[in-house]
Structure formats: structure tokens, C-alpha cells
């Protein structure tokens, strides 16, 4: 099945992901979705922020893209890069910009260990522009299909002494739970 022209069905989960309410979370996450609002998941490895994160991709039948964040993640792995093909420059998406070009899911697992000069370039795409600049190409992705971060923090440690960044309030301005 293709969206907006590009295929993602490795992306695509097409069997029901066991996961367990714990409250109200999947109709919180539902209604974000519809008003294109992000999500930012908090908890403890283990918790099941990526189960979560799945079984939403399922029940909306969006395709789910995850990215593993990390001190070494750059911007241009996540939004893309020219790579010499052929002897020719030809620009390769990252991650980011194929999820927003194909309307999926984009899961940034734990992204308080992304550095600041590269989770900076969610900010237009979690505030109410919902697009991703990309300046190597001189335009946007597009209108954002859904972009959520995962937080992970380590049990019985506070959360000031985790080593992590925070992540700024008003770059995910929507439901946190």
C-alpha cells in the first residue's frame, strides 16, 4: 500500500500488538492524532512506550517509523542527506521527512539523548506549523502525519541526575502522559 506515493509496508503493522489500557491513554493518543497534536511519552525502560507506540501505529493504520535516538544522531539523519549515486548528487530522506512525506508515525525513542542542535528541528513540526524545514534543500517536507517522542528514564534515579537533556515545554505542545 503506498501513501502519498511512497511505499512503506515494511513500516506497517499488520498484526495486533498485545498491549494493556492502563487509563485513558489510547483515546488521549486518538484524539491527538486527529487534531495533529504530538505526543511525548514518559516512563521507565520496560514501561511500554514502544508497545504503545505500536499498537496506536495498528489501530490507526498508520505506518510507525522508529528512531533510536542518541548523542552521535545528526540532523541530516534525520531529515536526509545528498549521497553521490552514479557520479551524481542524489538527495536521500531520512526518517523524519518519510514519515511526514508519507503521513506515518514517527517515533523518536528516547530523544532526550539526541543533541540540542539536532532535536531542534522537530520544533516546527511539534508547534502549530506542523511541517519540517529542510534547509540542504531550500523547503519543506510537508504537513507533519504524526510525530511522537518517547522519554525514557532509568527506575530509582531522580530525574535531574539522569544525564539527559529535557526536553523543552513548548516543543511538544500536547498531551504528555
Known amino acids: 500500500m503506498a501513501e502519498r506515493g511512497i511505499r512503506l509496508d515494511a513500516h506497517r ?3 495486533e500488538p498485545c498491549y494493556l489500557p492502563q ?3 489510547i483515546r488521549i493518543a486518538e484524539v491527538s492524532h486527529r487534531c ?3 505526543l511525548l511519552l514518559k516512563g521507565p525502560t520496560g514501561c511500554g512506550k514502544t508497545r504503545f507506540m505500536q499498537y496506536l ?3 490507526l493504520d498508520r505506518p510507525l517509523i ?3 535516538c542518541h548523542d552521535d544522531l545528526s540532523t541530516s539523519d534525520l531529515v536526509g542527506r545528498y549521497l553521490i549515486r552514479a557520479g551524481e548528487a ?3 530522506d531520512g526518517p523524519l521527512t ?4 508519507a503521513g506515518a508515525i514517527c517515533y523518536l525513542d528516547e530523544v532526550v539523548e539526541a543533541r540540542k542542535d539536532t532535536t531542534v528541528v522537530i520544533h516546527p513540526l511539534a508547534d502549530d506549523r506542523r511541517e519540517l524545514p529542510i534547509e540542504k534543500r531550500g523547503g519543506t517536507a510537508g ?4 510525530i511522537h517522542a518517547g522519554r525514557v528514564l532509568q527506575p530509582g534515579l531522580p530525574e535531574r541526575a539522569q544525564g539527559s537533556q529535557t526536553i523543552d515545554p513548548a516543543t511538544f505542545r500536547g498531551p504528555e502522559f
Open 13 to 15: 503493522i499488520t498484526e
Open 23 to 25: 487509563g485513558d491513554e
Open 36 to 38: 495533529g497534536m504530538p
Open 57 to 59: 501505529a495498528w489501530r
Open 66 to 68: 522508529t528512531v533510536s
Open 90 to 92: 542524489v538527495w536521500m
Open 98 to 101: 518519510l514519515a511526514v512525506r
Open 143 to 146: 504537513r507533519a502525519g504524526g
